[in-house]
């Protein structure tokens, strides 16, 4: 499963199972393999088999909430969440997932209780940035904006306490991508690569609306979503034995032989096309492969790429707000946070530039204000026919794994786009770090 052999892993699980048929591991671990192949309902099958096993193992309960969630069923997944409380009250990851599935009430119970957990300071660093974030976005939601900034920042501040972001590595890294990936670089290869309109790239910042898109595309008839998909940085990984002995990325790019960027290419459709089987289309929404736009472009230069874009304080504060899984560490700090944005937004101006018309922007606001014909221009892009489902994305079945899963199982709404206004008065590293971008 670590290796992203999914199936071989089935196959070994299910002999497994047939040896010991009453080990809950079996079961639990099942569910984690088929949910990686997106078979969330037999996912969520094997994991209530595993608790029938062993009814007392909260982090299964936790994670049967994860695919309930997923699948749109929030009542649910909070009704076991709920369950993980009653085994171990002072879980934190059951309080955060709550936070996110269950908004604060009025008076909300939750509140004085997180807080005192916090006061009594048990948990370690990870459990107790999770109890921060959980009270932060508690006290958000019933108004509390002062008390809730203050939880946020102790909750970043625990995460970065674990390893920070190493901004001049990432500087290092654009600097050299807007050097070597040149126009001349990409009209010189004009034929490279695999030849498919297959795969659609949604990249571009956290919290930028991506989740959305996808969910929009994923609803009509000819495409399918594969979520935040690792597939393209593991075929990616296969590059050093195509290039010279001694060069590195990106600056070896133009070295490799054309015939890597056919087999890289026809790796990747193989991929995508053992999970979504029969789908015209197929969205990767891989944020970060927003750094792989030029390898993108070599491999599968047919392949269409989607670039979300938000207002950047907007963004940038949705992912202060966050408690990712993974990051990469850039959204623990506010200062970080802005320079961050600066490097992406030099790398997507680049991207923009070499590879004219290569890239459609989407942008969050506008599609929340102008729905239908930023719709349209989506699927234009796609050469797809307009389809209604598009129109009522928000009751397709399809498993949402992004921190937005619950929002996107709405109607749109735009009572988010200003909400990051309520911490104006605490973001001025924020803007400062911001304004050069």
Same mark, same amino acid.
């Given at each position: 499963?670590?290796?992203?052999?999914?199936?071989? $892993?089935?196959?070994? +699980?299910?002999?497994?199972?047939?040896?010991?048929?009453?080990?809950?591991?079996?079961?639990?671990?099942?569910?984690?393999?088929?949910? $990686?192949?997106?078979?969330?309902? $037999?996912?969520?099958?094997?994991?209530?088999?595993?608790? #029938?096993?062993?009814?007392?193992?909260?982090?299964?309960?936790?994670?049967?909430?994860?695919?309930?969630?997923? @699948?749109?069923?929030?009542?649910?997944?909070?009704?076991?969440?709920?369950? *993980?409380?009653?085994?171990?009250?002072?879980?934190?990851?059951? %309080?955060?997932?709550?936070?996110?599935?269950?908004?604060?009430?009025?008076?909300?119970?939750?509140?004085?209780?997180?807080?005192?957990?916090?006061?009594?300071?048990?948990?370690?660093?990870?459990?107790?940035?999770?109890?921060?974030?959980? +009270?932060?976005?508690?006290?958000?939601?019933?108004?509390?904006?002062?008390?809730?900034?203050?939880?946020?920042?102790?909750?970043?501040? +625990?995460?970065?306490?674990?390893?920070?972001?190493?901004?001049?590595?990432?500087?290092?890294?654009?600097?050299?991508?807007?050097?070597?990936?040149?126009?001349?670089?990409?009209?010189?290869?004009?034929?490279?690569?695999?030849?498919?309109?297959?795969?659609?790239?949604?990249?571009?910042?956290?919290?930028?609306? &991506?989740?959305? *898109?996808?969910?929009?595309? &994923?609803?009509?008839?000819? *495409?399918?979503?594969?979520?935040?998909?690792?597939?393209?940085?593991?075929?990616?990984?296969?590059?050093?034995?195509? !290039?010279? $002995?001694?060069?590195? !990325?990106?600056?070896?790019?133009?070295?490799?032989?054309?015939?890597?960027?056919?087999?890289?290419?026809?790796?990747?459709?193989?991929?995508?096309?053992?999970?979504?089987?029969?789908?015209?289309?197929?969205?990767?929404?891989?944020?970060?492969?927003?750094?792989?736009?030029?390898?993108?472009?070599?491999?599968?230069?047919?392949?269409?790429?989607?670039?979300? @874009?938000?207002?950047?304080?907007?963004?940038?504060?949705?992912?202060?707000? @966050?408690?990712?899984?993974?990051?990469?560490?850039?959204?623990?700090?506010? @200062?970080?946070?802005?320079?961050?944005?600066?490097? %992406?937004?030099?790398? !997507?101006?680049?991207?923009?530039?070499?590879?004219?018309?290569?890239? #459609?922007?989407?942008?969050?606001?506008?599609?929340?204000?102008?729905?239908?014909?930023?719709?349209?221009?989506?699927?234009?892009?796609?050469?797809?026919?307009?389809?209604?489902?598009?129109?009522?994305?928000?009751?397709?079945?399809?498993? *949402?794994?992004?921190?937005?899963?619950?929002?996107?199982?709405?109607?749109?709404?735009?009572?988010? +786009?200003?909400?990051?206004?309520?911490?104006?008065?605490?973001?001025?590293?924020?803007?400062?770090?911001?304004?050069?971008?």
């Amino acid at each position: 499963m670590q290796a992203g052999e999914f199936e071989t $892993a089935r196959e070994l +699980l299910q002999k497994a199972m047939a040896a010991e048929p009453d080990n809950p591991a079996c079961h639990l671990v099942l569910g984690r393999c088929l949910a $990686a192949l997106h078979q969330e309902r $037999a996912a969520i099958r094997a994991v209530e088999q595993g608790l #029938l096993l062993d009814p007392a193992n909260t982090r299964a309960h936790r994670y049967l909430a994860e695919l309930l969630a997923r @699948t749109g069923d929030t009542a649910a997944a909070s009704k076991r969440l709920h369950e *993980v409380l009653a085994l171990d009250p002072k879980n934190a990851a059951a %309080y955060y997932r709550l936070s996110e599935l269950q908004p604060a009430a009025r008076d909300d119970p939750r509140i004085p209780r997180i807080e005192q957990l916090l006061a009594a300071a048990t948990h370690g660093p990870r459990d107790r940035s999770r109890l921060a974030f959980a +009270l932060a976005k508690l006290l958000d939601q019933s108004g509390q904006y002062r008390k809730a900034f203050k939880w946020f920042v102790e909750g970043n501040r +625990l995460r970065h306490e674990q390893g920070g972001f190493d901004l001049k590595r990432e500087a290092d890294y654009v600097a050299r991508a807007r050097r070597f990936f040149s126009a001349e670089l990409f009209t010189s290869r004009p034929d490279s690569g695999c030849q498919s309109d297959l795969p659609v790239f949604v990249v571009g910042m956290p919290r930028s609306g &991506s989740t959305l *898109v996808e969910q929009i595309l &994923s609803s009509h008839p000819e *495409v399918t979503g594969i979520g935040e998909s690792m597939l393209l940085p593991q075929v990616v990984a296969g590059l050093p034995g195509w !290039m010279p $002995a001694g060069s590195v !990325m990106p600056d070896a790019v133009a070295e490799i032989a054309p015939e890597a960027w056919s087999e890289l290419g026809q790796k990747y459709l193989q991929s995508i096309t053992a999970l979504a089987p029969g789908a015209g289309r197929i969205v990767d929404k891989q944020l970060f492969n927003y750094t792989l736009v030029g390898l993108i472009r070599l491999m599968l230069p047919g392949a269409k790429i989607i670039h979300c @874009t938000r207002d950047p304080m907007a963004t940038c504060w949705s992912c202060y707000a @966050t408690a990712f899984g993974n990051d990469r560490g850039f959204t623990w700090s506010l @200062t970080d946070l802005g320079n961050n944005y600066r490097l %992406y937004a030099q790398l !997507m101006a680049h991207w923009h530039q070499v590879i004219p018309g290569g890239l #459609l922007e989407v942008n969050y606001e506008q599609l929340v204000v102008d729905f239908e014909n930023q719709v349209r221009r989506l699927l234009d892009f796609l050469d797809l026919p307009w389809s209604e489902n598009c129109r009522e994305f928000y009751k397709t079945d399809r498993s *949402v794994k992004t921190s937005s899963k619950a929002q996107v199982r709405q109607p749109l709404y735009s009572s988010s +786009l200003q909400h990051w206004k309520n911490y104006l008065e605490y973001l001025g590293p924020l803007e400062q770090a911001l304004r050069d971008a």
